[in-house]
């Protein structure tokens, strides 16, 4: 079973925006891992600027490097 890369609360990017409404968040924070689906983990994600949760592939996510 593969292990998850990404710890709750980090914040991710989403690499791919194919099939995405405009408006869709492109930065979330992670609230939850989940199963792996076709071999790679899953996690639950939200934005809270957009009151918008989905659940997102690992393969699909980058973490967000924050700069001071």
């Not at 930065?27 to 199963?35: G, L, R, S």
């Not at 899953?42 to 490097?65: G, P, S």
């Amino acid at each position: 079973m593969p292990t998850h890369r990404f710890a709750i609360g980090q914040l991710v990017r989403l690499t791919t925006t194919k099939g995405l409404s405009p408006a869709a968040a492109s930065t979330y924070t992670v609230e939850a891992a989940m199963p792996a689906y076709h071999n790679s983990p899953q996690y639950r994600l939200w934005n809270a600027d957009l009151h918008q949760q989905r659940v997102a592939l690992e393969r699909d996510l980058e973490a967000v490097i924050l700069t001071t």
